[in-house]
């Protein structure tokens, strides 16, 4: 990890667990963040190595974790974030937060490889025809 990655730094306190945060600085043993969300604080502060490895890659700090680069509007057009299994990072916080976009986009389903992920939308969807209720009417 180096200055300018994104990632996600959990906070206890707070509507969000997970705020989407910049690395600043990296020491042996700190990491120095800043949040980037519009409404979070951006005042810089540290989490410290949880693991000491040989290699930068396994540096585990606590509740940090990896940010998976942001989609492209036509990646998202041609359904690349239906299956989450395709991020690079799959963890806690890139499940909400992937989960949370397409919900926002009236897109409640999700695949996670052989598992569908559903979300209530408190809300009447187009997705059944009344042909398809009646189908799953009598086949219930």
């Not at 990072?89 to 937060?97: C, K, N």
């Not at 996670?112 to 209720?133: D, E, K, S």
């Amino acid at each position: 990890m180096e200055a300018g990655t994104q990632v996600w730094s959990y906070e206890s306190s707070g509507d969000d667990p997970w705020i989407l945060s910049e690395i600043i600085n990296r020491s042996s043993e700190t990491l120095t963040l800043k949040h980037t969300a519009k409404d979070a604080d951006s005042t810089p502060f540290t989490r410290p190595l949880l693991t000491n490895t040989a290699s930068d890659e396994g540096a585990k700090y606590e509740g940090v974790e990896l940010a998976n680069a942001p989609l492209s509007a036509a990646d998202i057009a041609e359904g690349a974030d239906n299956d989450m299994i395709a991020l690079q990072h799959l963890h806690e916080p890139a499940i909400l937060h992937a989960v949370s976009e397409r919900y926002f986009r009236g897109e409640i389903y999700t695949w996670t490889g052989p598992v569908l992920i559903a979300v209530n939308p408190f809300q009447r969807l187009p997705l059944y025809t009344r042909v398809r209720l009646y189908f799953i009417y009598l086949f219930y």
